[in-house]
């Protein structure tokens, strides 16, 4: 095996080795068709290693990392900074139980890490494990994951284990958007970092096991001018943290805005015919329950839209303060004219460590993200943002009533209205006195007053 010139790119050694007869113009001239090698397939010009001890090496026109023990995760990044990029590249992994990136757009914190410095910023993620999340988008040491491969399954086949995958990935302007061996992936609509270094991981292993396990990048390229975006076929989910809008691909796509993030346009209280004169406040581009004695519409009551939905896709994000309270209901029909809360499905929003709701119910039925009193949201804690960070929910619809929760885009349950399984269900909870509860053939949304203080924003949805 032929071993460039530059063996190792570490900590220990230094970061540029400048050698005669070593063009420097590999990594700088563009191609007639706008194409700029960011590897010249025999060095490591251009490059810094930081973070981790894991070392780089060029091995038969490659950049090889390899997996280190008691190391953090390791990076190259390239010393130059970009800002609109389209990137491609063939990476290869060993091992299943691990997982590399390629960071986009990204940053060093130069103190941390024991002055060892630690990446952050926009990961596209290399992803062998049964999940198999490859080419969704993970924020390094920031925000965690923006988009797995839950929004998007069809793409998880994309990815080949041990094999050198291809990968797209385009930054223009605030969208990124990967491809995995031609296949469409992710879009993410994000306003955080206009620009920052490429970079490429060697994740830390707590398995023995994995030490000496190899990652592989080569065929590194990059356009940054005239660039021409790659069609992204439509019905693909998006990802737009950009608050209160809608990208044109989302128009295009069929999305509209439920809130419009100043006004209560398209909402009134439930059981009433406008919007309620206290309990709610518009302000800042959200739209916050205000606490009141923690009960059931006692104070502004729930809010519903003017319109109802049969199949539909919603998202939204909400913020809870500690000890809160509330839900996002759907298929409300406001026929029913009870007392507390109108009556409808219900995806629980809830501070499951500190509300005692949490602890009712059977089996977990009542916590963040459930469908409550009904099924338990399958979550994993990496899955749950800090009490006063935003998390993201999304419930799909589907035409044959097949209904998913989502939480911080991680599918959490999946059920079927009208069927056996959810009747059965339905029967041993507390709305089995509720003649065909949850199965009305359309219903508004509702964002519910429980007393406690819950903003929203980013609310929209799609008619399927």
């Known amino acids: 095996m032929r071993i460039s010139k530059i063996k190792r790119l570490s900590r220990q050694v230094p970061l540029v080795y400048l050698m005669a007869g070593v063009a420097l113009t590999a990594c700088t001239t563009a191609s007639h068709d706008g194409w700029e090698p960011l590897f010249d397939g025999e060095t490591l010009t251009g490059w810094q290693a930081v973070g981790g001890e894991a070392p780089y090496a060029v091995e038969d026109g490659a950049i090889v990392g390899t997996m280190t023990a008691e190391t953090p995760n390791s990076f190259l990044i390239t010393e130059k900074e970009y800002g609109d990029f389209i990137l491609e590249l063939d990476v290869k ?164 805005l439920l809130f419009d993030g100043s006004s209560p346009a398209g909402w009134v209280g439930a059981y009433k015919d406008s919007f309620p004169e206290k309990g709610w406040e518009i302000k800042d581009g959200t739209i916050t329950v205000l606490p009141s004695d923690g009960a059931e519409s006692t104070n502004g009551g729930d809010i519903v839209t003017v319109d109802q939905y049969s199949a539909f896709d919603l998202s939204f994000e909400f913020k809870l303060t500690e000890g809160a309270n509330s839900g996002v209901k759907y298929f409300v029909t406001l026929s029913e004219n009870n007392r507390g809360s109108a009556i409808g499905l219900e995806y629980q929003v809830l501070d499951d460590e500190r509300h005692p709701d949490a602890k009712m119910g059977r089996d977990g039925n009542r916590t963040l ?96």
């Open 93 to 256: 992994l060993e091992g299943e139980t691990t997982n590399s990136g390629i960071q986009t757009r990204s940053h060093l914190d130069k103190e941390a890490n024991n002055g060892r410095g630690r990446v952050y910023g926009r990961q596209v993620e290399i992803d062998p494990a049964p999940r198999a999340w490859t080419g969704g988008i993970y924020d390094e040491a920031r925000r965690g994951w923006l988009y797995p491969l839950d929004l998007n399954e069809s793409a998880k086949s994309a990815y080949k284990k041990e094999e050198f995958n291809h990968i797209r990935i385009e930054a223009i302007g605030n969208e990124t958007k990967t491809w995995v061996n031609d296949v469409p992936v992710a879009y993410v609509v994000d306003t955080l970092d206009a620009t920052g270094f490429i970079g490429l991981q060697v994740h830390g292993i707590n398995d023995e096991a994995l030490a000496g396990k190899k990652v592989y990048f080569k065929n590194i390229r990059i356009q940054t001018e005239n660039l021409k975006p790659q069609d992204f076929p439509a019905g693909i989910y998006t990802v737009n943290l950009t608050p209160n809008s809608l990208s044109a691909y989302e128009k295009q796509g069929g999305y509209e």
């Open 369 to 464: 993200a459930s469908l409550y009193d009904l099924i338990t949201a399958q979550k994993n804690r990496r899955a749950i943002r800090k009490i006063g960070e935003w998390n993201k929910g999304r419930v799909v619809v589907q035409p044959d009533n097949t209904v998913t929760h989502y939480l911080n885009g991680e599918k959490v349950l999946e059920y079927k209205r009208g069927s056996d399984v959810y009747k059965q269900l339905v029967s041993e909870s507390k709305y089995k006195n509720w003649d065909n509860f949850g199965q009305a053939e359309e219903g508004h949304i509702l964002l519910q007053d429980h007393g406690d203080r819950v903003s929203f924003i980013n609310i929209k949805i799609k008619r399927l």
